[in-house]
């Protein structure tokens, strides 16, 4: 039998807001263990929660983003548990009014439909001493702003989940509400997943996946779990629904609890914090001040500028980078030298420093002065890389290094003619390899003049005067 996966997404986006959802301590990673809670983050009894306004502006934009409507009353519910990561015994969530539902986003040539977004707050975390052998509970990540992103069970392969996390960081990126980095932790995603006989139209029994900490390690544990649900199917047993965790290392998913220890939650709506009332102004304003997201970049550069798709990717794979890249456009640099650059020996220069775009040193002008220098012919591609490195990390004049380090490119064609004729005359062995038909002689004479010149001649006068004396005598 022929069988078609089926999968649906629950992601937690933890939001860049400067303190908590419901008090005023900061989200600061980092921190010393428990420095960064309160009365109100530890729910000490008769502490109250009060909404961060930017909590709710941050979830309308990723709402909006992905197309959803936007809840004009929503509410918050107590999810309760126990756990020693959570001082309250429960999370405050929502459920029966969320912020935003009825999305879609397209990926990979699909529709994925949006169910709902929704806001929480994290919980804290249980780390090891290894001092004393105990664990131990640091609160800080308690009441830390969440937002759940919850999908239809539209997915039919691991390529389109893994599409629509790139799209879902690139979005938080853009937005500038989320850094979006799954290795940290930012960007947390379950994958709930079935199988069924291709074109069947009920749904099988899923299983949910969590611990999923990177998109290699997802398209894995797809991989893993339909296997092992096709395999328990054909052999005529059934699908347990379950709560599963994926082995990194091994490759393949355990069970963690069933269906039958599933948590009774006891939700009910939270008492301490009244409805969020949105007008249609208040959402219409958010609207009318989205940032410009990644794909209407990339598709405004083909158009304005006709940069080719591959750059036009590049370049947007990260809103500094599409900054960095409009910056130079702004001070003059032709668009297509401007992203060759940024493929080329931006994105070199910060992976050699392990740096991420944002913390890019070198401002655009120093870049857009290089390449002008180049595009006046003051200096020729070469030395300007050798400058752009030396002057990657500091804030130095690029016209004052160059003048500092003699580096201006050899205008002086004379000077040029006779090189080459010195060139020519120590060595016969090349110059007669060349006019017996040996291409690669042409090569090492260009190489041998620009080392004369200190590789500072433009090297299509080189060329040029190398042709006109090879051919003239
Ligand atoms: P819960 O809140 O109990 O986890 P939901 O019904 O809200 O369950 O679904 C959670 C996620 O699981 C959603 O993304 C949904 O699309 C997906 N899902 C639900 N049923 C199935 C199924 N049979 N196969 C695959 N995914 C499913
Ligand atoms: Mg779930
Ligand atoms: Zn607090």
Redesign the pocket.
């Known amino acids: 039998m022929n069988w078609e996966i ?5 992601t937690h986006v933890e939001l860049s807001t400067e303190s908590k959802i419901f008090c005023s301590c900061s989200t600061g990673f980092g921190g010393a263990p428990n420095s960064q809670c309160c009365p109100v983050c530890m729910g000490l009894p008769g502490a109250l929660p009060v909404l961060n306004e930017k909590v709710v502006e941050y979830g309308v934009k990723v709402g909006l983003a992905l197309g959803c409507t936007i809840t004009p009353v929503s509410r918050f519910d107590r999810k309760n548990y126990f756990y020693p990561d959570l001082p309250k015994g429960y999370q405050i969530s929502q459920l029966y009014a969320p912020l935003c539902r009825n999305g879609r986003v397209e990926v990979a040539g699909t529709t994925i439909g949006i ?1 709902e977004i929704h806001m929480e707050e994290d919980a804290g975390k249980l780390y090891h001493d290894p001092e004393t052998g105990e664990t131990r509970c640091d609160f800080n990540r308690c009441g830390v702003p969440l937002l759940e992103i ?4 539209d997915f039919r392969t691991a390529q389109q989940v893994v599409a629509y996390l790139e799209l879902l960081r690139e979005h938080l990126q853009y937005l500038g509400v989320s850094d979006g980095k799954m290795e940290e932790g930012s960007l947390r995603c379950d994958v ?3 199988v069924r006989p291709v074109g069947g139209d009920t ?4 299983t ?1 996946m969590k611990n999923l900490g990177s998109f290699k390690g997802i398209a894995r544990a797809i991989a893993y779990e339909s296997q092992r649900q096709i395999a328990l199917l054909e052999r005529g047993e059934r699908v347990a629904q379950e709560t599963r965790r994926f082995d990194e290392e091994r490759g393949e998913t355990f069970s963690m609890r069933s269906k039958e220890e599933a948590r009774d939650y006891r939700y009910f709506p939270e008492p301490d914090l009244p409805p969020v009332v949105l007008s249609q102004e208040y959402i219409k304003h958010i609207r009318d001040h989205l940032p410009e997201l990644g794909e209407a970049k990339r598709r405004r550069y083909a158009q304005e500028y006709q940069l080719p798709e591959y750059d036009g990717q590049m370049v947007t794979s990260h809103p500094a980078l599409a900054r960095f890249f409009e910056e130079l456009v702004g001070l003059g640099a032709p668009p297509k030298q401007g992203a060759n650059w940024i493929m080329g020996e931006v994105l070199g220069a910060l992976s050699e420093r392990g740096l991420s775009p944002e913390q890019l040193p070198m401002p655009p002008k120093t870049l857009a002065r290089l390449i002008a220098l180049v595009a006046e012919g003051k200096l020729n591609r070469n030395t300007a890389v050798k400058v752009f490195q030396a002057v990657f990390d500091t804030d130095e004049d690029v016209d004052e290094y160059v003048a500092a380090h003699h580096l201006e490119q050899v205008q002086d064609v004379e000077l040029v003619e006779k090189t080459v004729a010195l060139v020519l005359e120590d060595n016969p062995r090349s110059v007669a390899d060349y006019r017996g038909g040996k291409e690669k002689a042409f090569g090492f004479l260009v190489g041998q003049t620009m080392g004369r010149l200190q590789g500072k001649a433009d090297p299509q006068t080189v060329r040029r005067v190398l042709l006109e004396q090879l051919t003239k005598k």
């Open positions: 089926v999968m649906g997404l629950e169910h919850v999908t239809e069970p709930n997943l079935s749904l099988g029994t899923r949910e």
